[in-house]
T-cell receptor, first 117, second 116 residues
Framework: KAGVTQTPRYLIKTRGQQVTLSCSPI?????VSWYQQTPGQGLQFLFEYFSETQRNKGNFPGRFSGRQFSNSRSEMNVSTLELGDSALYLC????????????????FGEGSWLTVV | AQTVTQSQPEMSVQEAETVTLSCTYDTSESDYYLFWYKQPPSRQMILVIRQEAYKQQNATENRFSVNFQKAAKSFSLKISDSQLGDAAMYFC?????????????FGQGTRLTINP
């Protein structure tokens, strides 16, 4: 069974550009979440998608957006990139979302390294 | 607000010995999940162990076990017979449910070094 797959793994962008990151969850998983990891702020929740609907969003500006497709694959987009957006972006998937509090383990992908110059 | 605190930024242990990583959390909920994740230099977040709050029995996965003290809101990870491959950042995480959605709240991490 394939794990959570993120593409691209590494990318370098220039300030002001935009970037799109992709995440394919584990087969059968319908919840996809995104996290940003930086040395200063640690791991911070960006948003969760379930059944193509954004269910929850973290404290990030509107430049950060995402979507989920009918096959549960998700993309996140960051527009007007800033130097501070340089980070490891981690995608996570689980079978269920917060409607159930049983048997819902969350698995992570390998991450996408974004460097903004 | 739910918070997770890992008070040990760094820990080191001799190979084959036992080490315990500490984690405390703050919540007003009675039913929740706690996780320990390992992040090696590759940076992939790997699930180590999970604990359901309603279960009194401490979770165990091979050399990894937890000491879950619900009243004290403590969730420590014990690694027995430490191996060089255990060297990594370890994150404690609490699963928050908000209006039917979920997210993980992470601690700041503990960097574990294994000395040969």
């Amino acid at each position: 069974k394939a794990g959570v797959t993120q593409t691209p793994r590494y990318l370098i962008k220039t300030r002001g550009q935009q970037v799109t990151l992709s995440c394919s969850p584990i087969s059968g998983h319908r919840s996809v979440s995104w996290y940003q990891q930086t040395p200063g702020q640690g791991l911070q929740f960006l948003f969760e998608y379930f059944s193509e609907t954004q269910r929850n969003k973290g404290n990030f500006p509107g430049r950060f957006s995402g979507r989920q497709f009918s096959n549960s694959r998700s993309e996140m987009n960051v527009s007007t990139l800033e130097l501070g957006d340089s980070a490891l972006y981690l995608c996570a998937s689980s079978r269920l979302t917060g409607t159930s509090n049983s048997g819902n383990t969350i698995y992570f992908g390998e991450g996408s390294w974004l460097t903004v110059v | 607000a739910q918070t997770v605190t890992q008070s040990q930024p760094e820990m080191s242990v001799q190979e084959a010995e036992t080490v315990t990583l500490s984690c405390t959390y703050d919540t007003s909920e009675s039913d929740y999940y706690l996780f320990w994740y390992k992040q090696p230099p590759s940076r992939q977040m790997i699930l180590v162990i999970r604990q359901e709050a309603y279960k009194q029995q401490n979770a165990t996965e091979n050399r990894f076990s937890v000491n879950f003290q619900k009243a004290a809101k403590s969730f420590s990870l014990k690694i027995s017979d430490s191996q060089l491959g255990d060297a990594a950042m370890y994150f404690c995480a609490y699963r928050v449910i908000i209006q039917g959605a979920q997210k993980l709240v992470f601690g700041q991490g503990t960097r574990l070094t294994i000395n040969p």
